[in-house]
């Protein structure tokens, strides 16, 4: 059997996305820029997706939805745009944001410090979540921009976004959040948690890699990171890709809905909970950050004396895919700044396995994971150094 | 190697089936309990190296005979990968009949070597070759505590990349020998820094006492201030040419003909002159001089004067010296 666990780094195509999408490669090809009706016929399904892309995150007609290649490009465009506009075009200096971000966000503030920006990144608490009167604790009259995570990919934590973007409205201060992690498994509104700029990816929500979304609140905008053409009213040049355009807003239709937001919370929850119980059953396994106020379809665990990594290895042996954010099994060999953020026990600092499901697992494919994970547990933990005998001769220096 | 790392490969599919065997059956794995050591009348020896909280650990049982110094039963735990585990395994299988003497030279490279599938190809990839070196290591933890030794006394020089295995006496060798300037230059002449990078520079995965950046630097530095004092004994013993003097070594160079052949003559007239700069415009030297005293508005320091100079300065330092007084 296979069963796939790892929906938070992707997931699969929902096939009504790929229903939509199929008529833009071979039937409905145009420009969408150009006078004629092939460019013109696109356009009908074109709005369609942006009713479905604004109303999925309760947007305003007057706030812009702009259609990007992905997350990581949208929250560019927002600490780069806010870089040049307010920081080096202005009087602000700083940027706040958290020290479990994604990389799209960590990666860009750090190049933003190599370049004279002063930028504070704010630790989670024990349970992995970042408390909101940090950022009161820390805003600035001359900062830029705060940017902070809806959910966390590692853990699913849910941050208070809502306290937080009352705390930047009080100070007058834009605030930016990667949704990316939230869209689908939780109700994102814009509009009741005062956010200026969200960005989203689709294929975390069942629709096409390659394609995101930007939201910036009317007043806004920004110095675009890409120039060009005048598409997406000149905020993000380039010919946009119709066919992930209209899959992206079928999915997120889709994925949005009261009833969608229901399943995930009613039945994904339940299998996650499922999966997670029955792995708890096991002496020595723990989950990180605690089971409050997560993401319905995420659990991060840790199984003491089991290295990430080989747990993935027999997991995947098994058919089975989920994640680890442990050093070794990344490429560049980078340690998780999740695991590491938390302060965990340092001895489970690389004992962390993340299983993340989606509204396409079934409850047969939980049992079979669990099967599969135990056995798991038991032959690594076999082969441990941590379950090792120890002879009376013989002290331990593990 | 741009178009290769374009697309992140999986570095499970570059393992060699040697190792895949190995992480899902390890033939090795357990432990040796005293009463075990005892029925075969060995010494039970039990090393640890690494830890959790690092991401790798390891634990080696010995059972060694102790007339012949040879280790009749080898086993091992371990916390860590696949690489980890498979390269435990064979660390493992390696030791076995061997003398401790003997075992304490296997290295991570045997190890690596042992688990490839056919001689030339990896058997795990670059950024996996570290999770071999604890297999290395343990070996010599196990072997310390046989003999009652430090671990250290087995190492006989600084090991700099552990996964390649190159002292710093190599690397420091190399980037003099062949005169490199670059880290990458360095990898490429003795792979240091190829595998896991750690030893590149600060920030990598594992931290080291001395990095590949550091040892570029250090003997960069030495070798520049060699070629000065080189160059000053040079300068000093009269045979170093013109051309390869430094600005400072050219100005004394030719003070000290001015002060000996040319300004006494000055003098006598109440004059003198200063060196403003020496410019290279080669195959020429241009000297700028400016004349003082009485010398300054002499209708012969343009001509007369002027070419008594030069043709000193030609003489006695370099042919290619012209004087130019302004």
Partial sequence: MEVYLDNNATTVVDPKVYEEMKPFFCDIYGNPNSLHKFGSGTHPKMVEALNFLYAGINAADEDDVIITANATESNNTVIKGIWIDKILNGDKKHIITSEVEHPAI?????????????????????DGVLEASLVRDFIKEDTALVTIMWANNETGKIFPIKEI????????????????????????????????????????????????????????????????????GGLRAGTVDVASMVGMGWAMKLATSTMAIAYEKNHVSKLRDKLENAILELPETVVIGGKDNRTPNTTLISFRGVEGESMLWDLNQNGIGASTGSACASEDLEANPVMNAFGSDSELAHTGVRFSLSRFNTEEQIDYAINVIKNAVTRLRGISSSYAYTPSCHKSSL | MAKNSLIS?????????????????PKHQGEITEERAAELGAKLIVADFGAESCGDAVRLYWAVNEETDVILESKFKSFGCGTAIASSDVMAELCIGKKVDEAVKITNIDV???????????????????????????IKKAAAEYKGVDMESFETEVIVCECARVSLGTIREVIRINDLTTVEQITDYTKAGAFCKSCIRPGGHEEKDIYLVDILADVRAEMAEEKMKSAADASAAGTLSFEKMTLVQRIKAIDSVLDSDIRPMLVMDGGNMEIIDIKENLPHFDLYIRYLGSCSGCSSGSSGTLYAIESVLQQKIDENIRVLPI
Avoid at chain 1, 108 to 126: D, H, I, M, R, W
């Fill in chain 1, 106 to 126: 960590t990666a860009t503030c750090k190049f933003l410090e190599s370049q004279g920006v002063a930028v504070t990144y704010l630790p989670v608490n024990e």
């Fill in chain 1, 165 to 232: 973007g009352a705390i930047c409205k009080e100070f007058g201060v834009p605030f930016h959040t990667d949704a990316t992690q939230a869209i689908g498994k939780v109700t994102v509104d814009v509009q009741d948690c005062n956010v200026d700029y969200l960005s989203f990816s689709a294929h975390k929500f069942h629709g096409p890699k390659g394609v995101g979304g930007l939201y910036i609140r009317k007043g806004f905008g920004l110095t675009p990171l890409l120039h060009g053409g005048e598409q997406m």
């Fill in chain 2, 9 to 25: 490969g999986s570095i499970w599919d570059e393992y060699s089936n040697q190792v895949v065997n190995r992480m899902n059956n």
């Fill in chain 2, 112 to 138: 690596e070597f042992a688990l490839r599938d056919n001689a030339n190809t990896p058997a795990v990839p670059p950024q996996k070759m570290h999770c071999s070196v604890m297999a290395y290591d343990v």
